[in-house]
């Protein structure tokens, strides 16, 4: 299975590893620039997650860059096992705090009417953690695939 779509040392795994770096950025730019973000644990653990998130996929973009550029196949069985190992804790670890944040979030926006009382900016957090579930959605695929290829060596 060397061609395979969004495997390592591919455009479409390139493309994958820059979708999930861009929304984790986009994810933690926007929740930074919340007032009062660093006052509850779940927002603060998604920030942790993300910039995990953002380190992780840069590093297998830029793994994805060389290989494009000199030519290199990194489809090999430790290189997969690391890749695979890798992905499978990012997604874990980023949709428990995706989850945990839009259950903040839920909570204080519709069900205790927190935001209007409290003057906290809610709908920055809403669009924080909707960064963060699309964030897992571009790792959910890629972990797949990960799994996906290294089952098939």
Do not use: E, H
Not at 65 to 80: H, S, T
Not at 92 to 99: E, I, M, Q, V, Y
């Amino acid at each position: 299975m060397k061609n395979s779509i969004g495997g390592p040392g591919s455009v479409s795994g390139l493309m994958l590893r820059l979708g999930q770096c861009l929304f984790a950025s986009a994810s933690i730019g926007v929740m930074v620039s919340a007032s009062g973000f660093s006052s509850y644990t779940a927002y603060c653990y998604l920030i942790a997650s993300m910039g995990l998130q953002v380190l992780w996929s840069l590093g297998l973009a830029c793994l994805d860059i060389y290989a494009l550029k000199f030519k290199r196949d990194l489809q090999n069985p430790v290189v997969l096992s690391l890749f695979a190992v890798g992905d499978w804790v990012t997604a874990f670890l980023s949709l428990a705090a995706a989850s945990s944040s839009a259950g903040v979030t839920i909570l204080y926006s519709r069900d205790l009417d927190f935001c209007s009382l409290q003057q906290i900016p809610c709908s920055r957090f809403q669009i924080s953690v909707a960064f963060s579930f699309i964030t897992w959605f571009f790792i959910a695929i890629s972990s797949l695939v990960m799994f996906w290829i290294l089952g098939s060596i």
